[in-house]
Nanobody, 125 residues
Framework: QVQLVESGGGLVQAGGSLRLSCAASGRTFTGYTMSWFRQTPGKEREFVAAAFTWKGDTYYGDSVKGRFTISRDNAKNTGYLQMNGLKPEDTALYYC??????????????????WGQGTQVTVSS
């Protein structure tokens, strides 16, 4: 059993910053992808960012490129999402998620094996 616990969400004004954290526990695994998705009511989960274990490759959704940065501390099994230049349209429930091997399509929520409970990010205009 794997538990993912997000933290760091909150209310921020447009242009501000937040840093989300995701702590993984319950199992030791390697070669996994840690990613962030977000969701607003009535919409599907949207890919935000992903970080692979190997090579340190990262991927970003078009709407957050240049503003958000994903990182991870493998020794601590913890991932982070630094969000700068926040916009009202970034308001959503942000989920941390992990895909263990065999890895699937990084952009598809259906590929992922474990999900956190989500942390709310609200950006006021």
């Amino acid at each position: 059993q794997v538990q993912l616990v997000e933290s760091g969400g909150g209310l921020v004004q447009a242009g501000g910053s937040l840093r989300l954290s995701c702590a993984a526990s319950g199992r030791t695994f390697t070669g996994y992808t840690m990613s962030w998705f977000r969701q607003t009511p009535g919409k599907e989960r949207e890919f935000v960012a992903a970080a692979f274990t190997w090579k340190g490759d990262t991927y970003y959704g078009d709407s957050v490129k240049g503003r958000f940065t994903i990182s991870r501390d493998n020794a601590k099994n913890t991932g982070y999402l630094q969000m700068n230049g926040l916009k009202p349209e970034d308001t959503a429930l942000y989920y941390c998620t992990v895909d263990v091997p065999p890895l699937g399509n990084v952009y598809s929520a259906n590929s992922y094996d474990y999900w956190g409970q989500g942390t709310q990010v609200t950006v006021s205009s």
